[in-house]
Structures are given as C-alpha cells and as structure tokens.
C-alpha cells in the first residue's frame, strides 16, 4: 500500500510566522500536487512539481520536489490568515496512474 | 466557465438504504474521478471515469459503483449503507485521464448514515 505521510498534522502559527509542511513516501511518484482545502469546499490545486529537484514559487508558497521523487515540502513565508485551511499533497502513482493523497495538515493562522 | 457540480449538498440516510450522487464535471472535460474524505482515513480513490468507461478503481468493497454518461456527467452508487460510509464524497473532473491533467473538485456530497 502505497503511503503518503505529512507533517505536521496540526500547525497553529502567529500571522508572519515562516512554515514548512513535509510530504514524505517510499514510493516514488511520476508528479506530485499540493491543494488547499476550505471548510465546506473541495481541494483547490496549488501546484504540480514533476521534475525531481523542481522548485516552483507562487507567491510567499515554495514547493519543493525531492530529488528521488519521493518526497516534497511546502514552505510558506509570513503566514497570513488567509493561508489558513487543510494542504493535501498527492502523489500520482506510475503505472496505475492513481492518486495518493497525503494525509493532511491542518493550518491556522492567528491574526 | 461553470466549476464542478455536486448534488446534492448533504444527505442524511440510514443503514441498509441505497444512496446515488451527482456530479456534474466542468463543460469539456471527460474525466471524472469520485474520492471518499473521512476525518480518519483522509482522502481515498474510488474509482474514475473516462468517455464512459472505467479507467481506475480503488480499494471499495462492490458495494460502491459508478457510471458515466455521454455528456461526461457521473453518478455513484453506494447500495446497503453503513455507518462506516458516513463521509464527504468529493468529485473531481480533468481534461484527460491518467494524470495527464490536473484535477478540479466540486465541494463534495455529505453524507450521513444513521
């Protein structure tokens, strides 16, 4: 069973505050999405890194690619409220073309 | 460009009832994929579609099963309810199948089951 760990779980931080949320597997992945999730709202796609070692920015967010394809982090950079909510990270499986979806870290961002 | 449409909203059924939900992908787009969002197990594949037919299923015992029609549009069927099926049924359709594209979520069904 292929598995997709994230952490932290949970992240309560101060608005301006810097975080890296990590998304760790054994398995490797031919890309790999990160989406954000809002009470009552489905995910909404952030980013897709293929390349191992990509960096792609997108504001104050900074995804990271491992270099083995593997694993991927997220850092965000002066933390404001409206970051607030759920980051999946998926993963899509070679082969099977399926996604693997992380479990989850749930971020709040106090003002 | 109109998102992703799920109905409905919320849906409160008990044990042993049959359920059938809606998804309604974004115009264009022929891939339709249903997923299962519980608070313990996150989110899991269900299966997904493509021009009708089933490209991909996930680990669900028979009980879960899906169509799709000519008009891309999608339905999931879960037949003898339990209340382990309570969850936030999430729809997501994309351009191409296999990953090609990426994926675009309704704000999914709630279902509870009594």
């Known amino acids: 069973t292929q598995l997709l760990e994230q952490s932290p779980q949970f992240l309560s931080i101060q608005e301006g505050e810097n975080l890296t949320v990590y998304c760790n597997s054994s398995?490797?992945?031919?890309?790999l999405q990160w989406y954000r999730q809002e009470p009552g709202e489905g995910p909404v796609l952030l980013v897709t890194v293929v390349t191992g070692g990509e960096v792609k920015k997108l504001k104050r967010l900074t995804f990271q690619f491992g270099d083995a394809r593997k694993d991927s982090s997220l850092h965000i950079t002066a933390a404001q409220p409206g970051d607030t909510g759920l980051y999946l990270c998926?993963?899509?499986?070679?082969?099977?073309?399926?996604?693997?979806f992380g479990t989850g870290t749930r971020l709040k961002v106090l003002a | 460009k109109a998102g992703v449409t799920q109905t409905p909203r919320y849906l409160i059924k008990t044990r042993g009832q049959q359920v059938t939900l809606s998804c309604s992908p974004i115009?264009?787009?022929?891939?339709v994929s249903w997923y299962q969002q519980t608070p313990g197990q996150g989110l899991q594949f269900l299966f997904e579609?493509?021009?009708?037919?089933?490209?991909n299923k996930g680990n669900f015992p028979g009980r879960f099963s899906g169509r799709q029609f000519s008009n891309s549009r999608s339905e999931m069927n879960v037949s003898t309810l339990e209340l382990g099926d309570s969850a936030l049924y999430l729809c997501?359709?994309?351009?191409?199948?296999?990953?090609?594209?990426?994926?675009?979520f309704g704000n999914g069904t709630r279902l509870t089951v009594t």
């Open positions: 998926a993963g899509l499986t070679s082969g099977t073309y399926k996604y693997i």
């Open positions: 997501a359709s994309s351009l191409m199948s296999r990953g090609n594209s990426p994926l675009h």
């Open positions: 579609y493509f021009s009708e037919t089933q490209r």
């Open positions: 115009s264009g787009h022929r891939s």
């Open positions: 398995s490797v992945f031919s890309s």
